[in-house]
């Protein structure tokens, strides 16, 4: 297993190409089974978790293609996308196994595409992980409402709509995200309209909704918190490019924070990480709008300490707390974080002390008292984000630290050292078998 080798202490500045945001190219991906035409998608990060979508479309007999793009932007900074073409004319199967849904949960993804379209679905249950239960009742109960009868037997859920399904008024008791795009995508071909209110508005979910409208889908009150979606018979193919990833935009924000310096995240959409944005002024890190992106500059000497609590979007996104954590663990006095997203999203704690942080969890809040200076260390990535907070650490802290099980990182971070080198990190990738 690859392991990252950083020696921490450089200024990081310089620019930074931000790809495609993981979290929308992945229903995206799904989207193609809601047509037999050919849907292209460009933009689309080279992360694990994309080729494992790509995997599962295969099994269900979705005929997908990707080829590099290798792009030189106005700035001169090398730029590796994916376009991926998709075509589910051929569809075969409709069970998506649990030996590729286990690996990534966002596979249930394909549940209400496949619905729609054939009118019968097995997927796997995705099981909990590393930062919580994550069950699928929402998306169940929405499916059934859309008409569906759902069984759920030996961990599988069993769903089938022979005459269709038809459109209904549908009220998310959690904002989720992966529920709104599993409904969105299965009302977009119901008959009649569908509601769905308290629907998840991150930009992701707005991404999806745009590109189904380009794909003949009738949505309106897209980037709300209230869908209301007119089912057609059938879509079209179109072709799409992944919006910039906002999570990745805000993980590099912080390098520059943490490092002290400024970085140019080249594609960011700063309209996307407003809260971000708003948190990071307070912590002393400046985030502009520039031509083709947004600088992130660490404007102050000292890094401030701050509250924040995670929220749905248009709040503090969840995705980014491991981050904050890092910078705050080097801060001058005590922050607090709560996390009320996930019921154990504090992976990271342990091993940020291991360098020295100081860092007490209480339930769903931590409070970290920031220390001068932290030290390299033999650390364990656990999940995508716990495993970049301690990149972050890592690149402040005084000496070496190894980060191991580095493919937590690779299924949602491209090329993550090369990024970083590019703007003066002392970083490598160790390959284990290839030492
Ligand atoms: C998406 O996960 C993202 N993943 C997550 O990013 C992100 O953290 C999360 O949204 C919240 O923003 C993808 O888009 C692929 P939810 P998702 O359904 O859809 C509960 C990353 O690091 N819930 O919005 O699974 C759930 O337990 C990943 O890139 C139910 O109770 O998240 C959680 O507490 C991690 N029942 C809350 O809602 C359900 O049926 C939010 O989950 C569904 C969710």
Do not use: W
């Amino acid at each position: 297993m690859d392991r990252l080798r950083i020696i921490g202490g450089q200024v990081l500045s310089g620019s930074v190409r931000i790809s495609g945001a993981k979290n929308a190219a992945l229903p995206l991906m799904a989207a193609s089974l809601l047509t037999d035409h050919t849907l292209v998608l460009r933009n689309v990060p080279k992360v694990a978790d994309i080729d494992t979508m790509a995997q599962l479309l295969a099994e269900l007999g979705v005929n997908v293609s990707d080829h590099k793009v290798d792009d030189h932007d106005s700035s001169n900074v090398a730029s590796s996308s994916v376009c991926v073409s998709l075509n589910g004319s051929g569809l075969e199967s409709v069970t998506a196994s649990y030996e590729l849904v286990r690996k990534m949960r966002a596979s249930v993804l394909v549940l209400g595409p496949l619905l729609a379209r054939l009118g019968y679905a097995c997927v796997s249950m995705p099981g909990g992980c590393a930062i919580g239960p994550r069950p699928v009742d929402l998306h169940v109960s929405g499916l059934e409402q859309l008409g569906a009868k759902i069984l759920l037997k030996d961990g599988y859920i069993e769903a089938s709509a022979p005459k269709g399904l038809r459109g209904a008024n549908i009220e998310l008791p959690v904002a989720s995200v992966g529920a709104t795009e599993n409904l969105m995508m299965a009302a977009s071909l119901a008959d009649g309209d569908t509601i769905i209110s308290n629907a998840a508005c991150e930009p992701e979910v707005g991404d999806l909704a745009e590109c189904l409208v380009k794909m003949g889908a009738s949505i309106s009150g897209v980037g709300t918190q209230r869908l209301e979606i007119s089912g057609v018979s059938t879509l079209r193919g179109t072709d799409y490019t992944v919006v910039p990833d906002r999570i990745e935009s805000g993980t590099y924000a912080i390098v520059a924070g943490i490092t002290g310096g400024t970085l140019d995240l080249l594609g960011a959409r700063i309209e996307h990480m407003q809260s971000v944005a708003d948190s990071l002024t307070k912590v002393g890190v400046e985030l502009t709008k520039i031509t083709d992106g947004v600088r992130a500059a660490r404007v102050s000497r000292e890094i401030c300490p701050v509250t924040i609590e995670t929220e749905p979007y248009p709040g503090f996104p969840t995705d980014m707390q491991a981050q904050l954590m890092a910078l705050f663990s080097v801060s001058q006095g005590a922050s607090m974080v709560t996390e009320s997203i996930f019921e154990n999203r504090f992976m990271h704690v342990p091993e940020l002390c291991r360098m020295g942080a100081d860092i007490n969890v209480h339930g769903s809040s931590a409070i970290i008292r920031g220390v001068a200076e932290l030290s390299g260390a033999p650390l364990m990535a656990t999940d995508l984000r716990a495993s970049v907070s301690l990149v972050l650490a890592g690149l402040a802290a005084k000496g070496e630290t190894i980060i191991n099980r580095v493919y937590h990182l690779d299924r949602g971070y491209e090329r993550v050292e090369e990024k970083l080198s590019a703007c003066g990190a002392d970083i490598e990738r160790i390959d284990e078998d290839h030492k």
